[in-house]
C-alpha cells in the first residue's frame, strides 16, 4: 500500500522560498503522476500542479511563475518549490497521487503539513 | 479556467436523512468529476471518481451522478461518521479545479 508523507520547515519568511519534499513508500516513484495541493486555513482546495514520471509537468496557471515540482527516483521523493512565498501561501500541504488510470482523481495521500508565511 | 459551483455550501441534516449535493461545471467536462470528503485535520478522502465510480472501499450509500455540466453526489441514508466537508473536484482539462465544499453539519 503506497503512503506518502510530507516534511518540510513550518515556518518560512516572506519573500523567501518554500521547500516541501513528499517521501512515498510501498511504491515506486517510477509509475503514475505526483501532485501538490494546498487548503489555507478554513477554506477549500487548489490544485498546484503534478509530475509525471517521465517529467512532464503542468502547474496551476496562478502558481506557474513561482512553482517548481522535481522528482527524485533515488531516494522515491518528489518535492515543491514555491518562490517570493507571501502570507496568501499559507496553507496545509497535501502532496497526492491520483487512482490508477486517471490522472485527477486522487485516492492517495499525505497527511498534510502545514506552512506558515511569517516574518 | 472551468469553474465549478458547489451548492449548498453548509446544510443540516439528522442520520438517516437522504442528502443531496450539487456541483456545475461552467463547461463540459464530461464525466471528469470526483467527489471527497474531509474530516477536520484530515486529508481529503477520495470517495466517488469519474462521476460514478465508487472507489473501493467506500459504504454503498454513497452515490453520484451527472455528465456534462451537473454532477450529484447522494448520501442514501446519513451516518454519524458522515458529517463532514464535501468537495467536487474536476479534470478533463488543466487547471484541476475544485468546488468551494459542502459542510454536512447535525441538526
Known amino acids: 500500500q503506497v503512503q506518502l508523507q510530507e516534511s518540510g520547515p513550518g515556518l518560512v519568511k516572506p519573500s523567501e522560498t518554500l521547500s516541501l519534499t513528499c517521501t512515498v513508500s510501498?511504491?515506486?516513484?517510477?509509475?503514475?503522476?505526483w501532485t501538490w495541493i494546498r487548503q489555507p486555513p478554513g477554506k477549500g482546495l487548489e490544485w498546484i500542479g503534478y509530475?509525471?514520471?517521465?517529467?512532464?509537468?503542468d502547474y496551476n496557471p496562478s502558481l506557474k511563475s513561482r512553482v517548481t515540482i522535481s522528482l527524485d527516483t533515488s531516494k522515491n521523493q518528489f518535492s515543491l518549490k514555491l518562490t517570493s512565498v507571501t502570507a496568501a501561501d499559507t496553507a496545509v500541504y497535501y502532496c497526492?497521487?491520483?487512482?490508477?488510470?486517471?490522472?485527477?482523481?486522487?485516492?492517495?495521500w499525505g497527511q498534510g503539513t502545514m506552512v506558515t508565511v511569517s516574518s | 479556467d472551468i469553474q465549478l459551483t458547489q451548492s449548498p455550501s453548509s446544510l443540516s441534516a439528522s442520520v438517516g436523512d437522504r442528502v443531496t449535493i450539487t456541483c456545475r461545471a461552467s463547461q463540459n467536462i464530461i464525466t471528469y468529476l470526483h467527489w471527497y470528503q474531509q474530516k477536520a485535520g484530515k486529508a481529503p478522502k477520495l470517495l466517488i471518481y469519474a462521476a460514478s465510480r465508487l472507489e473501493s472501499g467506500v459504504p454503498s450509500r454513497f452515490s453520484g451522478s451527472g455528465s456534462g455540466t451537473d454532477f450529484t453526489l447522494t448520501i442514501s441514508s446519513l451516518q454519524p461518521e458522515d458529517f463532514a466537508t464535501y468537495y467536487c473536484q474536476r479534470g478533463y482539462i488543466s487547471p484541476w479545479t475544485f468546488g468551494q465544499g459542502t459542510k454536512v453539519e447535525i441538526k
Open positions: 510501498g511504491g515506486s516513484i517510477s509509475t503514475y503522476s
Open positions: 497526492a497521487r491520483p487512482l490508477g488510470g486517471t490522472n485527477d482523481a486522487f485516492d492517495v
Open positions: 509530475m509525471y514520471y517521465t517529467g512532464s509537468s
